[in-house]
């Protein structure tokens, strides 16, 4: 299996601007996790889905994120508009039991 | 509040000795607690998995503790290499839900 795959892997935008973070989860998993990760807050729990129903999304910062599982082979993160400060590396994992297994990340920069 | 605390300063020592690694919790009551490594620019990646009913867990170099009164888990590294230079994250997971929430990590350095 190839893992998760994330998309892009890094991605520089303006402010204002919308940013749509793509994961294809590993086949068989049923639980879909977004992470931010920053040097201050370390790793920060967005949201989760299981069998595509976002379980628990109290981690999104504000209404400007957004995400959404329309099957189980696909989900994305949308920040709209984004801002300086949602700079991070932003991990989706996914799950079936037990351990999480990460991706390697989309690396956000927002000037 | 909820909290999952790491020693935030790096850890540095010398190859061949015993890496110790500090997880206390806060505010929580986990079933279970995980423990991965991050390597820089990577994901995390699964090392060990101990349950509240658990005292210690091993897995070759690696053994973990879990002490549910004191609130804190305990990572060793054996026979430490440099090549187990990473930031090691720890996990808690409350019964009943798929929520991971993680520690801020602690980064190891192991000198040569």
């Known amino acids: 299996d190839a893992g998760v795959i994330q998309s892009p892997r890094h991605e520089v935008t303006e402010m204002g601007q919308e940013v749509t973070l793509r994961c294809k989860p590993i086949s068989g998993h049923n639980s879909l996790f977004w992470y931010r990760q920053t040097m201050m807050r370390g790793l920060e729990l967005l949201i989760y889905f299981n069998n595509n129903v976002p379980i628990d999304d109290s981690g999104m910062p504000e209404d400007r994120f957004s995400a959404k599982m329309p099957n189980a082979s696909f989900s994305t993160l949308k920040i709209q508009p984004s801002e300086p400060r949602d700079s991070a590396v932003y991990f989706c994992?996914?799950?079936?039991?037990?351990?999480?297994?990460f991706g390697e990340g989309s690396r956000l920069t927002v000037l | 509040s909820q909290k999952i605390e790491q020693n935030s300063e790096a850890l540095n020592i010398q190859e061949g000795k015993t890496a110790t690694l500090t997880c206390n919790y806060t505010n929580y009551s986990p079933a279970y607690l995980q423990w991965y490594r991050q390597d820089p620019g990577r994901g995390p990646v699964f090392l060990l998995l101990?349950?509240?009913?658990?005292k210690e867990k091993r897995k070759e170099r690696l053994k973990v503790t879990f002490d549910t009164t004191l609130k804190q888990s305990l990572f060793h590294i054996t026979a430490s290499q440099p090549a187990d230079s990473a930031t090691y994250l720890c996990?808690?997971?409350?019964?009943?839900?798929?929520?991971?929430?993680f520690g801020t990590g602690t980064r190891l350095k192991v000198l040569a």
């Open positions: 994992a996914s799950a079936r039991t037990g351990e999480l297994f």
């Open positions: 101990i349950r509240e009913n658990e």
């Open positions: 996990a808690c997971i409350t019964s009943g839900t798929y929520k991971y929430i």
